[in-house]
């Protein structure tokens, strides 16, 4: 069976769009950096506090991930997309957690925050799984070797600019789940992300991407992260595709 050929049923929340959502072609880029534990606790909602904790790499730091994604078909259109993620476990070992989910592919993370550039991608992601979405001029292009996803928030410089190094990508494909956790109506949910990467090059190490801010509301948020110069690991994913489900309660699975 194709990837995409899934059951699907409409979605009162989306006036009835299918879900899960289908993603037919995207390309990605994303860098994992060492950030302050502590300021990364703080930003999970209290209502996800008891269950969820940020994971942390050495004491005192934890990780934080950013990911950019140009979707370039799929049934909210095309449209480029910024996601500040913290990764998180759940339970008493949340590392152990975690590694037993990486076993199988699978990552977990609290979004924090989620830029979009279309209305359309902005209401179907606040309706259906309460993404932290809003419309914001997000700028792509790839050069010089780099791809590059730069935020402008009004001023002449970017706020948030991430850049990876660019990749072919090699096959064969995979496929990875990523369980991202929102706030719906004040209710704490996770939705499942399943990605099938036909392309992809990783890139472990401090070189492969660069993450840089300027003068902007998400630089400003970002900045007391105290977010480590050089990335842990970075990735680049020319093409993809992706299924969204709808969400459930956190703990009800």
């Known amino acids: 069976m194709a990837f995409l050929d899934v059951p699907r049923h409409p979605c009162a929340a989306l006036d009835g769009v299918p879900v899960p959502l289908q993603l037919k072609s995207l390309s990605a880029m994303a860098a994992v950096y060492g950030a302050d534990l502590h300021a990364l606790r703080a930003q999970l909602p209290a209502a996800m506090a008891s269950v969820l904790q940020p994971l942390a790499w050495r004491p005192g730091r934890g990780l934080l991930g950013l990911i950019a994604v140009r ?19 759940r339970g008493a070992m949340p590392r152990l957690q975690a590694l037993g989910n990486l ?7 609290f979004i924090a925050h989620m830029p979009v550039t279309t209305p359309r991608a902005r209401d179907g992601g606040t309706r259906l799984a309460g993404f932290p979405k809003w419309v914001a001029d997000l700028r792509c292009n790839e050069g010089g070797g780099w791809q590059r996803c730069a935020l402008h928030e009004g001023g002449a410089a970017p706020s948030v600019t991430l850049a990876c190094r660019a990749a072919p990508g090699h096959g064969p ?38 993450l840089t801010l300027g003068e ?23 093409q993809a595709q992706a299924l969204l489900y709808a969400p459930r309660r956190l703990g009800a699975d």
């Open 173 to 210: 494909a995979r496929e990875l789940s990523l369980l991202s956790h929102t706030l719906l109506d004040g209710v704490p949910v996770v939705s499942e992300l399943r990605l099938r990467q036909q392309r992809w090059a990783e890139h472990p190490g401090g070189d492969g991407a660069v």
């Open 216 to 238: 902007g509301a998400l630089a400003e948020a970002l900045r007391p992260l105290d977010i480590s110069q050089r990335p842990l690991w970075s990735q680049v994913v020319p």
């Open 103 to 109: 076993f199988h592919r699978r990552f977990e993370a």
């Open 71 to 89: 979707y370039f078909e799929g049934d909210l259109g095309a449209y480029d997309e910024l996601a500040v993620a913290i990764p998180v476990g």
